[in-house]
């Protein structure tokens, strides 16, 4: 079974940095394109990021370019979420999730999702 677990979340003043880490278990990560999403309080899921199996390819949402970088190591089966210059618009639960193919946008093409972890950044 593959299980996804987020780490690295937590409480950061607007203008700071977070890095969250994602890591795979179960199967290994290099099968997979990884993406992640964020969902702030009151609102719907939305595309953050995503990055291809091998890391060649990366995608971003307009309101996070420039500001946030996916990585991944395959190796040791996690992807990252460098996020800089962080906003209060920032603050949601962030999720990381598993797809096979399809358009990496939408939520829809994720087979398998992480629980979430909590960012929170203060004006």
């Known amino acids: 079974q593959v299980q996804l677990v987020e780490s690295g979340g937590g409480l950061v003043q607007a203008g700071g940095s977070l890095r969250l880490s994602c890591t795979v278990s179960?199967?290994?990560?290099?099968?997979?394109?990884m993406g992640w999403f964020r969902r702030a309080p009151g609102k719907d899921r939305e595309f953050v990021t995503a990055?291809?199996?091998?890391?060649?390819?990366?995608y971003y949402a307009d309101s996070v370019k420039g500001r946030f970088t996916v990585s991944r190591n395959n190796a040791l089966n996690t992807v990252y979420l460098e996020m800089n210059s962080l906003k209060p618009e920032d603050t949601a639960v962030y999720f990381c999730?598993?797809?096979?193919?399809?358009?990496?946008?939408?939520?829809?093409?994720?087979?398998?999702w992480g629980q979430g972890t909590q960012v929170t950044v203060s004006s």
């Open positions: 990055i291809t199996t091998s890391g060649d390819s990366t």
């Open positions: 999730a598993a797809a096979a193919g399809g358009s990496l946008t939408h939520g829809q093409n994720y087979l398998y």
């Open positions: 179960g199967r290994t990560l290099r099968v997979y394109h």
